[in-house]
């Protein structure tokens, strides 16, 4: 029974290859080299083969770790780590006697370039296993030098496993992932915190844009979370924006230019928390500088000319894994193409803007990383392409880290020069394949166009041909194939489908195995297999309006397609049946815009990430900037409004990485960063030292201390700080806080919960309170007992705010002794002469709350008198003994 390794049953999140790496770079720093070997052919070389099993011992059902590997390379390996050629190990086979005396073997396994192998099984009884490692020895059948050499066959030395009821520990990966800040970089063993990041990287580029889209797909990102309301960290302006003032006309035309597709502003790529971004200060497309800024602080890390030429334009980033025997690690690098033409692709460290390597002779394609978790380079950049009657695939690892050309099989460990490209290097250095695109429909010759890429997906790539009569006018029919997109199989078609005649009928949006086709004229939508190419439903009509025929646009994710227009509606439907799960309808614009409802913009400029589809109304190019424009978040689940603000933000998608949301507003061409903000609160107590039984005044403030609020508009605006709201007051109290909009008169602060410690060390719940809309809050408490106390003010956080909390102490004194009640002393009718005995003048003490009564003093008088006489009496005897 042979048994290759399963990683899928590694219950150690990370540990894959864990106890493979360890091994080789052991084998790779301590292995001998062969140098003294004699130069005759019919050289007999006794191997030595080793084995270990870890851990040992081991818990039923956890994953055991087994490598069988040879003291030294072969011969003709010549003992390099990094050799891509000569004879390896062969046949190494690993016996496993079970417990109850049963044997399972695995392997065979060829060895890897430094004599090494690696397996794993999972034990499924307690006991004592017994393994050993088994080589047959070989031939040497590779160059001239060693050529015929005997490798001589080895065996291990057996190792017993002992597999016990318990399982052992296992690292628990660092943290589990943080609720409050969180910044880069994330510490490498923290791998619950890998979920909180993400990047966005460029690989795509909306219309009239250079860059800026997720990817080839689209902008659905699935790998970061999302903001839940509109809180902003920060702004950030690229150009002149806004009114111009007097004498120019204030209306929806005079603004600084904002909205043109002929001009430049803003296009979005993020890297490890870090926004890049050609700046384009001027009316014009040619970009003065390239901008890195925190996203987290909007600090502006770096800037430097538009690359070495000082006329290219920043067009990707990338962040690829990359792994041999002795190398690995994630590598970022950032891409740009000339500004006019497309002939060289350069590569830029992110952390400085430096030049590193150039592609010649390259293409700007629309591309996808390979984020395939058996893939070996994740991160890698693929781009399809038509050229010469082939579909072509490129592919950056190849070219930049292999340059002398492999094979590119997801689950390939290939050996490679150092991850760190530089040179000149070819284009053609990475191309993977190029296929003949088919030219017939069974025996029949297409002849209404050659087929080319309609979509891009990681498994399919989409080739049609659909002729027209006249521009967006078919002719009722479409040719469509679809290609394996890792290794240009043909996987159907081509196949000749019937389609509206004389209708505008395009694409919409294509992923998760399904096409999504619509017809604008009629706005009816249909989905199509990319598996087979079969109809799968439609055609579906939509709901919408007369403006709803002018422009769509449309993403995939979650099981759904998400197509809106430009009549302001969104219909999501089910990706499988095409049956309308929910629609959003248009808010009334009145005379805001000439529609009637705010128009939703597409182009690109959509995206989804979180469980949330974040589009803008509004439109580009020809005026007006209408009023009242909003940037939406929508739940993708039931199409609910999640959050909305003030915002015209269709020349660019939002882009989404590491939580937040970037956008570009033309209202005042600002950058504008949502997401979770910091604060900070204070309390303070009065009077600082009280009487028991009286009351104390807690008080204190909740402030927003995002990095915008430190900005010197803010400050001058907000000298004792911008207080935080509650969640449902946030969007319209940052439209106060940022863009010069009126002061809600409604807004209601953040709950704030108060504690203390009392003397006794026990916690005294005093309540909650809400801060009002300047960020204080009050409350009056009366401390339980006298002593020292801690009050604490807690606020718990919210989906706009990171928590905080404030301390601050109160003594509380015990209450003053009531003075003693005064009585009348009755006059005696006959008393006789008494003299009084002195006494001392007993020290103060703590007085009852009640005064004394008179039968207490004159009983304590006749005891001083008794006390008095007995001490007499005793010095009396001692003077006479």
Request: hydrophobic letters at 35%; glycine letters at 10%; proline letters at 7%.
């Amino acid at each position: 029974m042979h048994e290759k390794l399963d990683v899928k049953s590694a219950k150690i999140r990370g540990n894959k290859t864990l106890y493979a790496i360890a091994l080789i770079l052991t084998l790779t720093m301590t292995m001998a080299i062969v140098t003294s070997l004699p130069t005759a052919k019919a050289v007999v070389i006794p191997t030595y083969l080793l084995l270990s099993v870890a851990p040992n011992p081991v818990g039923v059902g956890q994953i055991v770790y087994v490598n069988a590997f040879l003291s030294k390379p072969t011969a003709t390996m010549g003992g390099s780590a990094t050799a891509n050629a000569g004879d390896r190990y062969e046949k190494i086979t690993v016996d496993i006697v079970q417990p109850d005396g049963t044997k399972k073997t695995l392997g065979p396994f060829t060895a890897d370039t430094t004599g090494g192998t690696w397996a794993s099984f999972v034990p499924t009884k307690t006991g004592n296993y017994a393994l050993q490692a088994f080589y047959p020895g070989q031939t040497l059948t590779y160059g001239t030098t060693y050529n015929g050499s005997i490798m001589m066959p080895s065996v291990s030395a057996k190792v017993t496993l002992i597999v016990q009821e318990n399982p052992i520990a296992e690292y628990g990966g660092g943290p589990a992932e943080p609720t409050g800040y969180w910044s880069r970089p994330i510490y490498a063993v923290n791998y619950a915190w890998a979920k909180l990041g993400g990047n966005w990287l460029g690989l795509g580029a909306p219309s009239f844009a250079t860059t800026g889209m997720y990817d080839a797909v689209g902008n659905f990102q699935p790998y970061s979370p999302a903001p839940n309301t509109g809180h902003i960290l920060w702004t950030k302006p690229t150009a002149f924006g806004g009114q111009v003032g007097e004498p120019y006309r204030a209306d929806q035309s005079s603004q600084y230019t904002s909205t043109s597709i002929v001009i430049n502003h803003w296009e979005p790529i993020i890297i490890y928390g870090i926004l890049y971004y050609n700046h384009y200060p001027t009316v014009n497309s040619v970009p003065t500088s390239w901008v890195a800024v925190d996203l987290r602080t909007g600090q502006t890390l770096w800037t430097t000319k538009p690359g070495i030429t000082g006329d290219e334009l920043l067009r990707y980033g990338q962040v690829f894994t990359f792994k041999t025997v002795q190398e690995y690690g994630s590598t970022p690098l950032l891409w740009s193409v000339p500004r006019t033409g497309a002939t060289t692709l350069r590569i830029y460290d992110p952390m400085t803007g430096a030049y590193m390597a150039e592609i010649t002779n390259a293409s700007n394609l629309a591309m996808i990383a390979d984020y395939s978790p058996t893939s070996m380079e994740q991160g890698t950049l693929l781009g399809w392409y038509t050229i010469g009657g082939n579909l072509t695939l490129w592919n950056s690892t190849k070219a930049i880290a292999y340059p002398n050309g492999f094979d590119y099989p997801r689950t390939q460990i290939r050996i490679g020069r150092d991850a760190k490209p530089s040179g000149s290097i070819n284009w053609s250095a990475g191309i993977q394949w190029s296929v003949p695109i088919a030219t017939k429909v069974g025996s029949v010759t297409i002849t209404s166009g050659a087929l080319s890429i309609a979509a891009r997906t990681p498994e399919v790539i989409l080739l049609r041909s659909a002729p027209t009569y006249a521009p967006n006018v078919q002719q009722g029919f479409m040719i469509s194939a679809g290609y394996d997109a890792i290794t240009g199989k043909l996987l159907w078609g081509p196949i000749n489908q019937t389609i509206p005649e004389y209708e505008d009928f395009a694409q919409m949006a294509t992923n998760d195995g399904v096409n999504v086709m619509h017809n604008k004229d009629s706005n009816e939508a249909y989905g199509y297999s990319l598996t087979t190419g079969e109809q799968l439903w439609g055609p579906v009509k939509l709901i919408g309006n007369a403006w709803s025929t002018i422009c769509r646009g449309g993403l995939i994710a979650y099981g759904k397609v998400y197509i809106w227009d430009y009549g302001g509606y969104v219909n999501a439907l089910d990706l499988q049946t095409g049956q309308i799960k929910w629609t959003w309808s248009p808010r009334s614009a009145g005379y805001n815009t000439p529609y009637g409802i705010w128009p939703l913009w597409h182009f690109g400029t959509g995206s989804i990430a979180d469980g949330k589809l974040f589009l803008s109304e509004g439109k580009m190019y020809d005026p007006p900037l209408s009023t009242g424009c909003q940037r939406l978040a929508i739940n993708c689940t039931d199409g609910t409004l999640v959050w909305s603000i003030l915002s015209y933000g269709g020349r660019s998608p939002g882009a989404i990485a590491d939580g937040f949301l970037v956008e570009w507003n033309s209202y005042d061409c600002q950058i504008y960063t949502f997401g979770k903000g910091q604060t900070a609160t204070s309390i303070s107590a009065s009077p600082k030292i009280s009487v028991h039984s009286s009351s104390v005044l807690i008080e204190g403030m909740v402030t927003d201390e995002s990095p915008g609020t430190k900005d010197s508009d803010r400050e001058a605006r907000f000298p004792n700080g911008v207080p935080a709201v509650s969640d449902a007051s946030i969007s319209d109290w940052m439209e106060y806080v940022y863009m010069q909009q009126l002061k809600p008169t409604n807004a209601t602060g953040v709950t704030v919960h108060l504690t203390a410690l009392d003397p006794n060390g026990n916690t005294q719940e005093i309540g909650t309170v809400t801060s009002d809309a300047s960020g204080m809050f009050k409350k009056m408490w009366t401390p339980p007992v006298p002593g020292e106390y801690t009050v604490i003010a807690s606020f718990e956080g919210s989906e706009s705010y990171y928590a905080s909390y404030a301390e601050t102490a109160i003594g509380v004194s015990a209450a003053p002794a009531a003075s003693p009640t005064a009585t009348a002393t009755p006059t005696p009718t006959a008393a006789p002469t008494v003299t009084p005995v002195p006494t001392a003048s007993p020290s103060p003490a703590p007085q009852p709350e009640a005064g004394p009564s008179t039968d207490m003093y004159i009983i304590a008088a006749a005891a001083a008198v008794i006390i008095a006489a007995v001490a007499a009496a005793a010095v009396f005897l001692r003077k006479h003994k």
